[in-house]
């Protein structure tokens, strides 16, 4: 294992001690690891509160700023935060208007985003949660009762977090939530497999020419392991398994996503094949993302995630926001 860290106990503190020193418009606490906005709270705004294990960088934390989240929780790597943390970071962006929890749907951080919302209602804060569940690889795995939520969460906190600074509700600003994850679906294929620091090996294993097709952001196995292929069927496969559970049409935004450890190039190579398909389908690709959005530490590999727009989400996705991991408008 090679890895630039100095030591496995630390890597996470290690972590958000960077990102404090590279992003003064984050405040963070090293100690309980959570990640606010420095001017937070802000009253009578709602605040966002999202979270998760460590490794899927720039998910979370680097989404915490204007225009999305207003906190995130980190976990160690692939770990579920706990309810402490969730509720403290629910407690530091409460500016009386309510807290959104968005939550991706694994069982860890289900229950321990259940018990803070629990525990913060009896501290007399309103909170509403949204669970994320737009892979459609599988239904349940190793960590998920139902489908596990995934690249869709960035569009949910974009969109959600544009909605919030115009001062809507709590209740709709969850409403557009549950919109955006209903309107959207992702796949993934893995390459390779990635290490865990604590581990120090790789979680699994795949032969020279194997992928595998669904895999989940922790690693858990997808669909099936098959043979690799061009990055022209590769995209064709992925789209034709989006498609089979929700039909793509329309204006459509749609997020080409490294793992981790894939080449710029080989993602933008991709999204052409992924746009060349949609549109000969009849779909238009009006907003697009190419990059690392939601990783899986140095996992070769990529996702794809698209969302059917209306003119309202597409209002909202368009909004300023300027976080770490995305910037535009500002």
Same mark, same amino acid.
């Given at each position: 294992?090679?890895? &630039?860290?100095?030591?496995?106990? $630390?890597?996470?503190?290690?972590?958000?001690? *960077?990102?404090? =020193?590279? @992003?003064?418009?984050?405040?963070?606490?090293?100690?309980?690891?959570?990640?606010?906005?420095?001017?937070?709270?802000? $009253?009578?705004?709602?605040?966002?509160?999202?979270?998760?294990?460590?490794?899927?960088?720039?998910?979370?934390?680097?989404?915490?700023?204007?225009?999305?989240?207003? =906190?995130?929780?980190?976990?160690?790597?692939?770990?579920?935060?706990?309810?402490?943390?969730?509720?403290?970071?629910?407690?530091?962006?409460?500016? *009386? !208007?309510?807290?959104? @929890?968005?939550?991706?749907?694994?069982?860890?951080?289900?229950?321990?985003?259940?018990?803070?919302?629990? &525990?913060?209602?009896?501290?007399?804060?309103?909170?509403?949660?949204?669970?994320t569940n737009d892979d459609v690889a599988v239904q349940d795995s190793l960590y998920t009762a139902g489908r596990r939520g995934v690249g869709a969460t960035v569009f949910v906190e974009k969109i959600a977090g544009? %909605?919030?600074?115009?001062?809507?509700?709590?209740?709709?600003?969850?409403?557009? =939530?549950?919109?955006?994850?209903?309107?959207?679906?992702?796949?993934?294929? !893995?390459?390779?497999?990635?290490?865990?620091?604590?581990?120090?090996?790789?979680?699994?294993?795949?032969?020279?020419?194997?992928?595998?097709?669904?895999?989940?952001?922790?690693?858990?196995?997808? +669909?099936?392991?098959?043979q690799m292929a061009t990055a022209r069927e590769l995209a064709g496969t992925v789209l034709d398994a989006i498609h089979d559970d929700m039909p793509l049409f329309d204006d459509l935004l749609v997020m080409v996503?490294?793992?981790?450890?894939?080449?710029?190039?080989?993602?933008?190579?991709?999204?052409?094949?992924?746009?060349?398909?949609?549109?000969? +389908?009849?779909? %238009?690709?009006? +907003?697009?993302?190419?990059?690392?959005?939601?990783?899986?530490?140095?996992?070769?590999?990529?996702?794809?995630?698209?969302?059917? &727009?209306?003119?309202?989400?597409?209002?909202?996705?368009?909004?300023?926001?300027?976080?770490?991991?995305? %910037?535009?408008?500002?």
């Amino acid at each position: 294992m090679k890895k &630039l860290i100095n030591s496995t106990d $630390t890597v996470v503190t290690d972590a958000l001690a *960077g990102m404090a =020193a590279a @992003h003064p418009s984050l405040a963070v606490d090293l100690d309980l690891k959570i990640i606010t906005r420095a001017d937070s709270p802000h $009253t009578g705004k709602v605040g966002l509160v999202s979270g998760g294990g460590s490794g899927h960088e720039p998910l979370h934390g680097g989404y915490v700023g204007y225009g999305m989240l207003d =906190a995130a929780c980190a976990g160690e790597v692939f770990t579920s935060p706990v309810p402490d943390q969730m509720l403290a970071a629910t407690k530091a962006v409460n500016g *009386g !208007a309510g807290v959104l @929890h968005i939550v991706k749907n694994y069982t860890g951080d289900v229950l321990n985003f259940q018990m803070a919302a629990e &525990l913060a209602d009896d501290d007399g804060i309103e909170v509403v949660s949204v669970v994320t569940n737009d892979d459609v690889a599988v239904q349940d795995s190793l960590y998920t009762a139902g489908r596990r939520g995934v690249g869709a969460t960035v569009f949910v906190e974009k969109i959600a977090g544009a %909605r919030a600074e115009e001062g809507a509700s709590l209740a709709e600003v969850a409403d557009v =939530a549950r919109a955006v994850n209903d309107r959207s679906r992702s796949l993934g294929v !893995a390459l390779t497999s990635c290490t865990v620091p604590a581990a120090g090996k790789p979680t699994f294993e795949l032969g020279e020419s194997e992928i595998e097709m669904g895999i989940g952001i922790h690693g858990e196995p997808g +669909r099936e392991r098959v043979q690799m292929a061009t990055a022209r069927e590769l995209a064709g496969t992925v789209l034709d398994a989006i498609h089979d559970d929700m039909p793509l049409f329309d204006d459509l935004l749609v997020m080409v996503n490294g793992m981790g450890g894939t080449p710029l190039l080989e993602l933008y190579i991709l999204f052409n094949e992924v746009q060349k398909i949609l549109e000969d +389908r009849g779909a %238009r690709v009006t +907003r697009n993302l190419v990059g690392n959005y939601i990783t899986s530490l140095e996992m070769q590999g990529f996702s794809v995630t698209v969302c059917r &727009l209306t003119d309202e989400l597409t209002r909202l996705w368009d909004a300023p926001v300027e976080t770490p991991g995305l %910037r535009w408008g500002r």
